[in-house]
Nanobody
Framework: QVEVAESGGGLVQAGGSLRLSCTAS????????LGWFRQPPGKEREGVAC????????YYTDPVKGRFSISRVNAKKTLYLQLNSLKPEDTATYYC?????????????????WGQGTQVTVSS
């Protein structure tokens, strides 16, 4: 049984930082591309960042480029998202996804496993 679980969310002031973590079990972790999505209140879920299964390529949505950093430690089966210079518009529920694909293509998460999400709230 595959389980994906996020942690590390919380309440932070604008300009602050958080580090989200995502652990996954029950799958061949090294063979999965991983990523983060977020869903702001009242809006649709959107992709934030993705890292391919080798860890050699990363992708970010434009609003977070230069502020967020995605990384993975396969030995720990853990994915991270470092959030710096947070803004109120970053407030959202953040979800981790794991898909058995080699690269972060446009449809990489179509058949992904998802976590339950962790809330990030940025106050102004």
């Amino acid at each position: 049984q595959v389980e994906v679980a996020e942690s590390g969310g919380g309440l932070v002031q604008a300009g602050g930082s958080l580090r989200l973590s995502c652990t996954a079990s029950g799958l061949n972790y090294d063979a999965y591309s991983l990523g983060w999505f977020r869903q702001p209140p009242g809006k649709e879920r959107e992709g934030v960042a993705c890292i391919d299964r080798s860890g050699g390529a990363t992708y970010y949505t434009d609003p977070v480029k230069g502020r967020f950093s995605i990384s993975r430690v396969n030995a720990k089966k853990t994915l991270y998202l470092q959030l710096n210079s947070l803004k109120p518009e970053d407030t959202a529920t953040y979800y981790c996804a794991a898909a058995w694909v080699p690269y972060c293509s446009a449809s990489w998460s179509d058949n992904a496993y998802w976590g339950q999400g962790t809330q990030v709230t940025v106050s102004s």
